[in-house]
């Protein structure tokens, strides 16, 4: 079967925290027996683990209103929930494959089951880990049926061909550990690659699709595949450690909370009982404003597919191939406040927005302070989730090996409309755009009249592409190991057309223009730098030693990982200049049944890292059978 030949090294799906932590896997043995003429076998992977965070929560990425100094709120429950030494995971979990085959046809199914009691039974200083809303994978504790497909395989003219029909997984193209590659048929389980002890199969969500390979001649085979269902990323869950956006997970609902301690306290809290009144009431809390969150915009089903076709030369592979599918993983868009909402906004007599200087901050006789009417039309806006569709994704590849005995892989993509997230922190402010500056009277609601209630969407098409290469090597006999294995890889990153829109950029750091005087979101307080740019690049490293027997019958596998974004920041978090990370650990095997792994993985440099206070040791032990 193919889905058990899943390749180690394919993990450009995953995101880096995960990638440098991941730990080598041994084979188990299955349980394998017959039911007349049948044949089946029965895998299990049972394991526990924990986490604990090893880093003192940087002020810098806390909002101001929850006594840090970042611009936003929504990204810092994971760091008010977990200080250093903390435990942020403790969990049991299982994974079971059956396969049954009569003949050339078989079915195949694989589940997961999970129960983390550090999130689901333990309490948060900030606040309480929920499953309501959540994706079944986001979940802290959950059971799911990953694949579940049949399949069939046959010759025709004595080419072989397969064909499947179910949720599945297909993977495409020569990434290793860099994102945004070809390999961009399936969505992923953020959530389930951050558990300890996560299998690269765990965190591959399978889609529902009709998938077919055929060999065409001895050297050129095609594959193709028909998607019959949309499924999206599971992030990760609001409050959870390594939560960076606490708005994006289904049923986050109510965390959008923006502005510092002293606006909310000075110009929201004041007014909200004149707004109450006037109907114009908005969510307030010391925590900020809160703008509430709409029905977000999901990908349809149909409309996905592919096909690749491959062609092996002397000693080389080639691959060439198109998809258009949707996207899986979210854009955050806004929209605007209803007509009703700015008339009511209007008529409190004091401009939207008025231009500096601002008015002094004296009573009021309406106890409306002048900024609250723009604190009204953000908080009565509303943000979603956008899923673009039918990206267009063409790609090349190769994978060699060179003299040397060294593997060579690599691939070029090219996605002449990829979505690409505009600022976040813009898009907040795109609430009040266009109704800057404007007072009562007829001609102000004719203006905004084309604006109310639109939507302003969060991302722009951009052609993007990609050029990735991965260099594998096996040295035997290295420091008292039987093996040493060196994987590297380099990607490189081009946006075409980006204009003066800001892309990218953690909304922690505000914008460079402020609406607000004085504001810690200004240019000198954050700079102009840190958006998306048209070229950026970074390489990932790992190493493994492999101590065969090494005593009582224990194989051990030290490893070690290195990323390093060296220039630019790629579209959606691909590459954030000067970012590093560095991971070690320790795998353990008995007999490939009995498993024990310790890691440690350290985010260090980068300006604008929001993962430099993310440092984590994990351990697990586990039992496959």
Known sequence: MTTKNQHIWRLAKLPMAVGLASLLAGPASAITFNIGEVEGSFDSSLSVGASWSTAKPDKRFIGNANGGTGFTQTGDDGRLNFQRGKTFSQIFKGLHDLELRYKDTGVFLRGKYWYDAELQDGSRPHKDISNKGRKEGAKTRGVELLDAFVYHNYAIADQPGTVRLGKQVVSWGEST?????????????????????????????????????????????????????????????????FSGADVAADGCNDNYHILNKQLTQGIVLPSLGKLESLGLGV????????????????????????????????????????????????????????????????????????SPPYPPNTPNPNYIHPLAPAAVLVGRGNYFMDYPEDIRLYGLSFSTTLPTGTAWQGEISYRPNMPVQINTQDMTLKLTAGVSGLSTGATSMQDYQGRAGQNNRGYDRKEVTQIQTTFTHFFDQVLGASRATVVGE??????????????????????PESIIPDSPTSAQAHGWHGFVTKNSWGYRVRGILDYSDAFAGINLHPNMAFSHDVDGYGPNGQFNEGAKAVSFGVDADYQHTYTASLSYTNFFDGRYNTLKDRDFVSMSFGLNF
């Open 177 to 241: 550990f860099i994102m945004n590659s070809i390999n961009s048929i399936n969505p992923i389980d953020v959530s389930a690659f951050r558990r300890p002890g996560a299998e690269l199969k765990e965190g591959l969500i399978p889609v529902n699709m009709f998938f077919v390979s055929q060999n065409l001649t001895d050297q050129l085979s095609m594959e193709a595949f028909y998607q019959l269902s949309w499924k999206q990323t599971v992030v990760d869950n609001c409050g959870t450690f």
């Open 283 to 354: 969510q307030a809390s010391k925590e900020g404003l809160m703008i509430p969150r709409g029905r977000d915009n999901k990908a349809k089903d149909d409309g996905q597919w592919g096909t690749a076709f491959r062609w092996l030369g002397d000693n080389t592979e080639y691959g060439a191939y198109f998809m258009n599918y949707h996207s899986r993983t979210p854009f955050l868009s806004t929209q605007n406040a209803d007509a009703a909402t700015l008339a009511g906004a209007l008529a409190t007599g004091v401009p939207i927005l008025p």
């Open 490 to 511: 380099v990607g490189w990153t081009h946006v075409g057309g980006l204009g003066d829109t800001r892309y990218g950029r953690d909304a922690i750091f505000g914008s």
